[in-house]
């Protein structure tokens, strides 16, 4: 027969499936001899069983009696005794922790029977009605489904004919009131009594825990957690000890370390006197855990002692919370303990040192989010000129100063003139997009992570704090209402500061303080004393020991090579060169698309040679002896002329003026043109290799500069390793007509080298036809943005404000598949060319150039694909690095697994 | 050892693969008894081998030396015998028929050492020395690479020496110079003399035949009719027969049966005392074939019984090609005839009747294309008050009359009054789109079967003639110069009829036949004694009786849906909603875009939802009893809305103005919602299920109309079928909240009835994870213009024009994938949809909805992959039915090949 009910004693912390995170805890906690109150769990089995067929398991009551004797044996308390109460407390507890999510009932067991027994018992009348009316309140919100407020105006009733403020001032009698006003509460919510029955509340109480996996802030913190909807949660029925007997007990809770710096020592508060939902209700102000030490010498000792078993035994951070009943210390729970960023690597490398893990291990317990967060400069010293006026959700992180200006259009204006601006709206729409393109930051009053402006913010990699609901936004200013109604203006033009890592918006500018992890990759010293500098150097080198994949940088100029070659990158591996007919050469452009023929052609194309050679011979010659993979011209060549719309209002205006100037017959020239080449879907038109097919010369001319650039860089005795890349491929042929031309121009140039011929895969049928592409392919680097585009359907531009707000509140996806790569959909593709491109081409070099290549979870699906390389941008180059040494970690500990369970 | 030769009395007509279509019929011939000259095939193998290598394989020229050895054996001559020598043709011949593509040379064999003998065994020594002329110049130029003209003008100069017109009339002294000279020619372009050695001719011949498979001609040939380059051709070498040696002799074509209407007899023309390159070089006029009875009675009655044993033997018609030697039938090659649409109807049905078929083979013996031809209008009797002005390219067939026009814009002004239109351009490029969509017609000056004219035009289904190089095109005229040098002006407004299926353009209205086989689809009808509609119908009832695939039909108004009903359509599978937003409903959508919120929506979608029933109400009662799949409403909302260049034009005009009124002030408000929901690829932004999704009530108001609808219809006592099709599904979780609210909806409604909803299948996610969707659709429906667009990463309307005529000359795609679908590409994608779809959902119901449903290579594929039904055009529909027939049996020979190569 299953069972579904284990005793602490039976169980150990690697069983979170089974037990939960909590139970799991504290069976092991008892197993290694540390104070837990007695009790048992309730499996996670049941839970399922009861939320598939809408009841528990039919042997589940009998054994949670059998478990119930056996507590009550090693208690010596009977369960619902009139002389002596058993009480315990039921509670949630998933593998995953989700704080405050579920319910939990205290002091189950307590009766009207019963209760003078605990009054007995504990010597305190007080106490005992105190612990009553708490179970009937928790028990008929959570249980019976009674609603909150008439118990609470039922308590501040009492209080009001007392004439005290706070709970402690009512006596025994006062409470005794109050159990009798909660029951006739109960009673005329569900019709029935407060359940008398000890066993019945105990069967309800759990049943209720059940129910509360379905409830709906539960299903909405998975969504947001990506927690899975269907493993369920265990129960933990657990003997009740109590921090409000008296002087002599309290309760409290502890972190083994410091979370916020990783400092050894440990760190927390303590309340005497209290249960712990007077800690979270803040009622009274806890202590330092120091001052435990004055209060209760014997309590605090044996707190350190657990605290060290504890670390020593998880090898990591725990918190910790407990209980001292009448100078007793009781464990309630454990935990892994979170942690800032900075503190995660300080933990990781300290542990080392202290031999309690290896270096792989420590390597496992940073993220990249967290290697990101580090990267971000930070506000330094908050000084009182520059008061925090508001909170909101921090929504992209970084920290952001500049002028307030509340219209997108003047904020890109404002922007413009090289002033830092914080774009401040009630919310933000597609409308916004220039204005936040522009701002430094991005500040609302209204909406939460999902928001359009936290969304497209993220999207841009963009300071930014929303729903920031105090604050009052109007046309040219903003009124802040602080909790005691006195109000600050902000009017536009204002220097304000953005916390996007907190939420916190101050008024005035507050210094920014560059990252010092920055600092060191750029530098690549390490500061004496600098422990978290050291701990990020170190567990680096070990990524860089550990990984598989190779990482570049996407860079456009020698400028951004140089730093992503500080930064850690082995090559380029994506040199857009469409940044290079910007500027003053779009010209060059206008005259290309307004070519009658090729001999009008001819002197553009030359021009632009000259300019491309330098282009190139800078970026080639920043990574000497480094692979730079070059991808000719991709987007179609409108994108380089005025807008259509423009275009036709300045021609419809100057026409309505009789105008008959030359620059006007120009632009009445260039607006037939681009009306010529106006495309309905840019993403999906005469792009990329297209345009190198039909429009003669282009792609020549690129690969002449290249070639040129590689052969002035050889003579000089340098090494330049240009790849050459087609982008936009989608059939074989494409690729095979333009490979063709361009060898025939390597050939024609001396000195060019061997130069590898490559495409992009980008284009589902590429990926479809990777076997058949591979034929002509030197190397393939996978362009996960327009793999994403094309495989989902949308352009990120068009949708990310559009619609990916609601579509992430709707759980369509996890996160957006442009930041996180779409592996069950996108990534299919992904492996499928793999495979196909291999099948044809053994040892073709394979990597990836979207900006996926810089976020962790990508770059590890990546790795499992059997990739060569990443490339992202400069500054995600160093969060690559450690993802692909964490790729390969996780693929061993995969590996033993499977070994294992042969 | 690999044989590379085989005597004709070896093979058969099946071995086309390996003896070509030439060599396979000739042995066939052979084997049955027919009189061919005796000779011997060279493999496609030894080909192959040759284009491989480089050389023929090393044993090839001893197998040959054995062939022509019992030739000579045969033939009781002697190859390069002085007294009496052998000739022989050396013929192409590939598996497919590539008319003039590749080379032959006929008289090998002859050398100064033996034209006297072939004089005195001919009797002829004129004869004798125009053969060996004929001899130098075919083998200089096909063998020698001497060029042509040399010939030509030595030849000419003989003329003018003798002051003469004709060949004919040079005697033998006067080709004894010619011969002398063509010599000269040789050596003075070879540096040698013309080999006189028969058997270095040969083996020269074998191997410039071989060679010239790759000759530029032959490689375009075959890539614009799609055969494939690798298969190679053989060799024939045939005892030479002579047409030519007096009134006892001729040569000749005939035909089994009239190919032009498939009536029965032998139809075909003879031209006494020639060679059949004189028939092809049209210097006399042939003589109807009847008239050979009168000319050689014993001759032509040969020709008969040959003719009817060929026809009885291959049970189809056939083309013969034939020699009259002194009194002697021969036939040199034989081959099924090509004919025109109306014949290969009624021959299929003729030789069934015949006892020659069954009506299996006779359905395999017409095309969709053939359908699809006798579908469109044609022109009638052409009187001479409407000349024929000018021949172009027959590039999209049909028959249109209009004005002609010049421009594009002006094209679409005067079609905008109502007046059929023929856009007459030099060449057309992307500006003429909309000159393009408003004409009945378009002709072009320039430019062939992959224009931008030709290519757009067929993707419109619109008549269009190109190249048509006679005529000067100005402004607003143009001048065809006739090739006697007359002219003849057209001018802007002149009616011209344009033939899309031949190529013709007559000045004048040409009488417009509306297709017989329409007014029998649309009837139901066989006139007595048409032979054409009775075999169109016979083959129909049949493809009907065989075929699996069900045939739906794209419809959005009752009226559409009652021709596809008459059209032989089981039902909708595509009914589009956006139609039923334009024209003056479109202030509606502006309405719910300005909409503020839900308050100022509501009472629009009240509006909608009332027409919409009476839409829906329409389709379900015209398709009464039949399913018809409606899909929500796909298009982003601009789409309904004025574009943002007219829109901004247009203020920026009126701001300048300095205008008041409310107009003004409405289209300024509309401006900036244009502004606002503008996308930069409006394919890949707010449209399908995310527009569903993100605007409240749209598509509820849009189910509740079709369940309202469907109630009406059914307490009238009909039996409306609606399924509901959610359009641009990429996810399950989209399409699972959708059908939630829908089935919600449909249980307000009472008496909706049992509604199936699916999905479209249009994003290759979607295809992708067809598995996970499937668990929430009752059917997917493939939207295959879409999935071409994402899978290849174009959209139609930017690329057609832009590119397809180049990447068609490339050989990026054999046809535009928007007309034949893509089958390893974009079809592997409905293939994993299938097979992931049914794996979830074992009866899962599949239909296609995309145009491809009408093509039928398509529809071929798509029965392939399992589908159930396809969806296409009313028009279209029969086209469909007809390829879904033919599928089958296919389908069954291919399993019988694969029973029998077991």
């Given at each position: 027969m299953q069972r579904f009910v284990f005793d602490?004693?039976?169980?150990?912390?690697?069983?979170r499936d089974l037990l939960g995170g909590k139970g799991a805890n504290l069976a092991e906690m008892t197993r290694i001899g540390l104070p837990v109150p007695p009790g048992f769990t309730i499996t996670t089995e049941a839970c399922r069983a009861y939320l598939a067929d809408g009841d528990v398991p039919s042997t589940l009551d009998e054994e949670v009696a059998a478990h119930l004797a056996a507590l009550e044996e090693s208690m010596g308390r009977k369960f619902g005794d009139a002389a002596d109460p058993l009480l315990v407390s039921v509670r949630s507890g998933a593998k995953f922790s989700m704080p405050g999510m579920m319910d939990t009932v205290l002091n189950v067991g307590l009766s009207d029977r019963s209760v003078d027994g605990l009054a007995a018992q504990s010597g305190s009348e007080r106490f005992a009605q105190d612990s009553y009316r708490r179970l009937i309140q928790m028990f008929g919100k959570t249980v019976l489904d009674v609603p909150g407020d008439p118990f609470e105006e039922a308590l501040a009733e009492a209080k009001t004919a007392k004439g005290v403020d706070d709970d402690v001032d009512l006596d025994a009698e006062d409470l005794k009131g109050v159990v009798d006003s909660f029951k006739a509460i109960v009673l005329k919510h569900t019709?029935?009594?407060?359940?008398?029955e000890p066993a019945e509340q105990l069967r309800l109480a759990i049943r209720a825990v059940f129910s509360s996996w379905q409830g709906e802030r539960a299903v909405l913190y998975r969504r947001t957690e990506r927690i899975p909807d269907d493993i369920g949660t265990a129960v933990n029925i657990v003997a009740m000890v109590f921090g409000n007997l008296g002087a002599d007990s309290g309760t409290g809770v502890a972190f083994t370390r410091d979370p916020a710096t990783g400092e050894q020592g440990v760190y927390g508060d303590y309340l005497p006197n209290a249960q712990g939902e007077d800690v979270v209700a803040g009622i009274r102000n806890t202590v330092a855990i120091s001052e435990l030490a004055r209060i209760d010498k014997a309590g605090y000792d044996e707190l350190m002692r657990s605290a060290r078993i504890l670390e020593d035994h998880y090898r990591d951070l725990c918190d910790i919370e407990f209980t001292i009943e009448r100078g007793r210390l009781w464990l309630l729970q454990t935990r892994v303990g979170k942690r800032t960023a900075a503190a995660a690597f300080t933990i990781a490398a300290s542990l080392v040192d202290d031999g309690l893990i290896d270096v792989d291990t420590a390597l496992g317990r940073v993220t990249g989010a967290q290697l990101a967060q580090l990267m971000f400069p930070t506000f330094g010293e908050v000084g009182d000129d520059t008061p925090k006026v508001a909170v909101g959700v921090p929504a992209s992180p970084g920290a952001a100063v500049g002028a307030a200006v509340f219209d997108a259009h003047r904020a890109a204006a404002r922007a413009a003139t090289g002033a830092p601006v914080i774009l401040v709206r009630k919310e933000t729409n597609p409308d916004d997009l220039p204005g936040m393109l522009a701002a430094k930051g991005i500040l609302t009053a209204r909406g939460g992570k999902t928001s359009h402006a936290a969304v497209v913010a993220r999207g841009m990699g963009k300071t930014c704090v929303c729903g920031a609901d105090t604050l009052g936004v109007e046309a040219d200013r903003a009124v802040v209402t602080a909790a005691d109604g006195t109000e600050t203006v902000i009017t536009e033009g204002d220097i304000i500061s953005v916390d996007g890592s907190t939420g916190a918006v101050y008024l005035g500018e507050v210094a920014v303080r560059p990252s010092p992890v920055v600092e060191y990759f750029e530098t690549g010293e390490v500061p004496d004393g600098d422990p978290l500098i050291a701990a990020v150097a170190r567990l680096m080198g070990h990524a860089d020991d550990t990984r598989r994949l190779g990482v570049r940088a996407n860079a456009d100029t020698g400028e951004d090579a140089a730093r992503a070659r500080r930064f850690g990158a082995a090559g380029i591996g994506l040199c857009r060169t469409e940044h290079m007919f910007l500027g003053e050469r779009r010209v060059l452009v206008e005259r290309l698309v307004l070519a009658s023929g090729p001999d009008e052609r001819a002197p553009v194309l030359d021009q632009l040679l000259e300019l491309q050679r330098a282009d190139f011979g800078d970026i080639l010659r920043a990574m000497d002896g480094l692979p730079v993979t070059i991808r000719l011209l991709d987007p179609p060549l409108h994108e380089f002329l005025p807008s259509l719309e423009d275009l036709a209002v300045s021609v419809a205006l100057a026409d309505e003026r009789g105008d008959d100037s030359e620059e006007h017959a120009r632009e009445v020239r260039l607006l037939a043109a681009v009306r010529r080449i106006h495309e309905q879907n840019p993403m999906l038109g005469l792009r990329g290799v297209r345009l190198g097919l039909t429009l003669p010369g282009l792609y020549d001319m690129q690969v002449r500069a290249i070639a040129e650039a590689a052969a002035a860089l050889r003579a000089e005795g340098l090494d330049p390793r240009p790849e050459i890349m087609v982008p936009l491929v989608g059939d074989v042929r494409e690729l095979a007509v333009i490979r063709a031309q361009t060898e025939q121009v390597l050939a024609e140039v001396e000195g060019s080298g061997d130069v590898p011929i490559g495409t992009m895969i980008e284009i589902p049928r590429a990926a479809l036809t990777a076997d058949r592409i591979a034929a002509e392919a030197d190397f393939f680097s996978f362009g996960t943005n327009d793999l994403t585009q094309l495989g989902w359907g949308f352009s990120r531009d068009d949708v990310e404000g559009a619609f990916f707000g609601r579509y992430l509140e709707l759980g369509v996806f996890p996160a957006s598949p442009f930041e996180t790569l779409d592996a069950s959909g996108v990534g299919e593709l992904v492996e499928i060319a793999v495979k196909r491109g291999r099948e044809t081409r053994p040892g073709l070099h394979l990597g990836v150039c979207g900006?996926?290549?810089?976020?962790p979870e990508s770059v590890r699906f990546l790795h499992r694909a059997g990739l060569d390389y990443v490339s992202c941008s400069p500054f995600r180059v160093p969060i690559a690095r450690l993802a692909a040494g964490q790729a390969v970690l996780e693929e061993r500990a995969a590996g033993a697994e499977h070994v294992d369970s042969r």
């Open positions: 602490f004693t039976e169980g150990n912390k690697d069983q019709g029935s009594d407060f359940p008398q900006e996926h290549g810089g976020d």
